[in-house]
């Protein structure tokens, strides 16, 4: 697809466009240099070469074998399941003998009054007391055998499939914008008036109160999961819930607003992306394209901070609530938008309790924030920042997981050290604290606290050197094996100030890769370890897209672009993935892929299920016993529907390409939760 400015497109495409940009200005050195002198340029330049030479884990392979064929090569797999087709249709798909239920749809009811759906008629208050839109992490906390918390996060609103009568608003013509400046081109005030036409108030209302998340009680009955109406414990969290910031950024005068000059208080969460659920149960929401969400480019240049505002990308105006509420309106409120950008931890086993945004994890477009217990009894948490050229990071708690006490956990977060990654050439990983008074982090560089080392990280991670990645997505910890996988989701263009380097081999990575990092001794804690690749995306029967899987892999074992990730009871790594609108470049809907990483077939994919078109995979998240998989499908009918065979035209409410999953008249696409299980039961994938 040929590339398009933001105005003319969709949220989704904005969102991809955005991620896909890069806003990190440093030349910190990267190992490209170190990986030339050993290699030679024009290996390096192959990149996958390059990695193979230093891993010796991975081949590279010129072919994929048929469905039939892998059938054999398969022989010794830890996954037993019949793979699925590459593809694209109206419908998802699950590998035979698996049942894939509806669970959850937006608009299904959470409480004893809320109201049905009406997408004719919404408000506010009903989709207050609803699920919201586009779920992407899915979070599961067992209550009993049959019983369950489920906390999905509702990462943004897609307005033209979600509204009746808008269309497309973000494409105003030239032509449309009536009024001109002095240079005779659209007035900007007008131009962005066009852009939003009739987003009302309460059709903002209604965005902000779709976003968040959702904690709902589940109850398996007859081997099927269902969704407890009215339990106790059912709650939603919108961009205006009273959250508290508490760590060390709390009451910075970076995060002082009029509405709250004790720095302490903020309103709602919002593009909550992936996620977490720590070792005492609670729900970690990650905040990551807060940007998008601010208003007034204008007044960006002369915002006290404006070096960091265009680090972080705001202001968006991907959302038009700055014009309704000042708080999104960098002039009217300049600190508002450093109260966003953070993990926000959220105990669901008291619907009333307050969120808290554990700003000792700091600042950045977090994707997820997936927790492990340390051997010694601390905690890590692993996060990417989802922006080309972005960085990866861990947070390592000071106290120590009481697995005896909850209560006892439940600030762990606030004290700690967070860090930042450099991938080294030969194979190491070295992690940099982000430490007020520590290297460069001193006033002399602009750090006068360790409120300012946290509210601006990206700043501290340029300062330290850290490793621009392609674009870190989920990350996750393995339990059984203490090793890391990070999902790298893609990357158009490495140069100039990225060249290529070891851990991001590709100059175009249009199918992004996975990294396997090895702590030191398995310590989570360690200041280092070793990293690998374990699959570079893309087709390997086509050498010019510089695959790497294994060379077991079938026609429909391999994948572009890795996003979310899980881990299940054996320890085994299941994939899924976002395309956006790029899925042509595979010819399959984004799904989610089993994946080998250890013995022979390390590297080797295989399809399990497959998305509806226009759709991502998000969730993927196992019941503790593994007979459940719970996966969301985000955005139906929205990304690359022009693509669609057939359709060739944008998706709207009254025009979607899919009208999954009701497939009733009028009724429109809706983001969902479905839940997989055996047909007879046990446990998914063995
Ligand atoms: Fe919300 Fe990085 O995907
Ligand atoms: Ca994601
Ligand atoms: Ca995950
Ligand atoms: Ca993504």
Known sequence: MSEQTPFKQTRAYRMEVAEDKTTNPTDNQTFGDVVNQRLGRRDALKGMLAVTALSGTTGVIASVLTAESAEAAHHGATFNF?????????KHHVADGYDADILLRW???LFSDSPAFDPANQSRASQEKQFGYNNDYVGFIPLGEDSALLCVNHEYTNEELMFPGLGRQDKPKPEQVKKKDKDGKPDKAELLKTRFLNMTQDIADVEMAAHGGTVVEIKK???????VIGSKYNRRITANTEMELSGPAAGSHLVKTKADPSGTKVLGTINNCAGGITPWGTYLMAEENFNGYFWNKDAAASHPNADMLKRYGAPGQWYNWGAYYDRFDVAKD??????????????????????????AIGRFKHEGAETIVNKDGRVAVYSGDDERGDYLYKFVTKGKYDAGNRAANMDLLDDGVLYVARFDADGTIKWLPLVHGEGPLIAANGFNSQADVLVFARKAGDALGATKMDRPED????PKTNKVYVCLTNNKHRGGKHPIDAANPREKNPFGHVIEITPTGGDHAALDGKWDILVQGGNPGKPEQGAVFNKATSENGWFGSPDNAAVDGKGRL????????KWP??????????LETEGELRGTGKMFFRVPIGAEMCGPCFSNDDTALFLAVQHPASDGAKAFPGFGRNSTFEDPVTRWPDFKPGTPPRPSVVVVTKKGGGAIGS
Do not use: L
């Open 82 to 90: 019949k793979e699925i087709s590459h593809g694209v249709d109206e």
């Open 574 to 581: 299941w994939i899924s993935t976002d395309q956006g609108s």
């Open 475 to 478: 990350v996750q910890p393995n």
């Open 585 to 594: 470049k595979t010819g399959t809907a984004d799904g989610i892929w089993a």
């Open 107 to 109: 608009g299904d009811a």
């Open 221 to 227: 009955t007859g081997g099927k999961w269902s969704a």
């Open 334 to 359: 300049p600190n508002e938008v450093h109260r966003f950008g953070w993990v926000v931890e959220v105990d669901p086993m008291d619907p009333a309790s307050t969120p808290k945004k554990r700003t």
